[in-house]
């Protein structure tokens, strides 16, 4: 199924809110073509291509920061094999900041 997968362009829209939004331009809602097949492939490519402050606060390696909570489809992604879920036409994906000053 993955090797099928390779080299197509899946639709998805990334979110980003609670301040992560402020990482890519102040822009909260991108909607994009991707040929990542799954969520360690789309953060990699988030990062080098949407993130424009400090990539270094979004990503750790070729995850999120703790402190980022990722929602696939409004489910908490801990829920969907995480960095192994596999990506699919329509997928929304939220990055919500849980980080804030005080």
Same mark, same amino acid.
């Given at each position: 199924?993955?090797?099928?997968?390779?080299?197509?362009?899946?639709?998805?829209?990334?979110?980003?809110?609670?301040?992560? !939004?402020?990482?890519?331009?102040?822009?909260? +809602?991108?909607?994009? $073509?991707?040929?990542?097949?799954?969520?360690? @492939? #789309?953060?990699?490519?988030?990062?080098?291509?949407?993130?424009?402050?400090?990539?270094?606060?979004?990503?750790?390696? !070729?995850?999120?920061?703790?402190?980022?909570? +990722?929602?696939?489809? $409004?489910?908490?992604?801990?829920?969907?094999? @995480? #960095?192994?879920?596999?990506?699919?036409?329509?997928?929304?994906?939220?990055?919500?900041?849980?980080?804030?000053?005080?």
């Amino acid at each position: 199924l993955i090797e099928a997968q390779i080299g197509k362009m899946v639709a998805v829209e990334i979110h980003f809110s609670g301040g992560a !939004e402020l990482l890519a331009g102040n822009v909260k +809602v991108h909607k994009v $073509d991707v040929t990542a097949v799954n969520m360690k @492939e #789309l953060i990699v490519w988030v990062r080098d291509n949407i993130i424009i402050e400090r990539k270094d606060l979004f990503c750790q390696g !070729e995850s999120v920061r703790p402190g980022i909570l +990722v929602l696939i489809n $409004d489910t908490d992604w801990e829920l969907l094999d @995480e #960095l192994a879920y596999t990506l699919a036409p329509g997928d929304t994906i939220n990055f919500i900041s849980t980080l804030h000053g005080g």
